[in-house]
């Protein structure tokens, strides 16, 4: 399994959004993707997920296009969206239920049992999700994003908001999935960038100005502000 994007481009008009992005993910990497506000990010994930098509440019996912293979390449893909959309009057197992459904998940009273005890939420599947602490929250975010098994986790600030604490049970879980997975993980935490990444992915103005092992950098936060000043 490979993500690649090849001189991939995004215009609004007469404003360039991304501008000719090339990389390549492969599986058994957590690649940090970073950026300023503005930078280009949510765009370009936007166009990863097959949620909208390129100016111009490519992205391939094992070799396909995900604008012309969309339902079936997605299967594929977990995403954990920034604002974490969730339905806040269902109670935990209920939801995961809903989603298994969706994704005609086989075996689903199995399968919801395992993700639930893999994310630590056993002592809060019988509640409702409004009755859950933000790192909950978070918790049954990512269940929804690997209860299909995906290949390709995309996860969009997934500690945001969260107290140290909370933010380490998170870490810990995310390189717990790494195995066998691309992990595509935006975040505006440089230490949790530093903490949990193989690999970084630095955009600035629509433009990848850098493609780093973390193992190179020696300082994120002087690395960040050298590319993106």
């Known amino acids: 399994m490979f ?8 215009t609004y008009g007469k404003q360039t959004a991304v501008q000719d992005l090339n990389f390549r993910l492969e599986e058994g990497q957590i690649v940090g993707f970073l950026g300023p506000n503005g930078a280009g990010k949510s765009t370009t ?25 969309a339902i ?14 969730l339905y806040p009057e269902m109670y935990v197992r209920e939801f995961l239920e809903f989603i298994a459904n969706i ?42 994003a690997i209860l299909h098994d ?7 600030e997934p500690t945001s908001g969260l107290d140290p604490n909370q933010r380490d049970e998170i870490r810990d879980l995310i390189k ?16 949790e960038v530093e903490a949990i990444c193989d690999r970084v992915l630095l955009i600035h103005q629509g433009k990848l100005v850098s493609d780093s092992p973390m193992k190179e950098i ?12």
Not at 3 to 10: C, G, M, R
Not at 73 to 82: C, D, P, S
Not at 112 to 132: C, M, N, P, R, T
């Open 3 to 10: 993500i690649e994007a090849q001189n991939l481009s995004k």
């Open 218 to 229: 020696k300082d994120l936060e002087k690395f960040f502000k050298e590319k993106t000043s």
């Open 45 to 69: 994930l936007k166009m990863l997920l097959g949620l909208i098509q390129p100016s111009s440019g490519s992205v391939q996912i094992d070799g396909k296009d995900p604008q012309d293979q």
């Open 103 to 144: 994704h005609q998940v086989e075996n689903p009273a199995v399968r919801i049992q395992e993700v639930i005890e893999w994310v630590g939420l056993q002592k809060e599947a019988h509640k409702k999700i409004q009755e859950l602490s933000k790192g909950y929250q978070q918790r049954v975010g990512i269940a929804l």
């Open 176 to 191: 717990s999935l790494q195995k066998n997975r691309i992990i595509l993980f935006s975040s505006h935490l440089l230490s």
């Open 150 to 156: 995906p290949k390709i986790l995309i996860l969009d």
């Open 72 to 85: 079936e390449l997605k299967k594929q893909i977990g995403y954990l969206a920034e604002n974490n959309p």
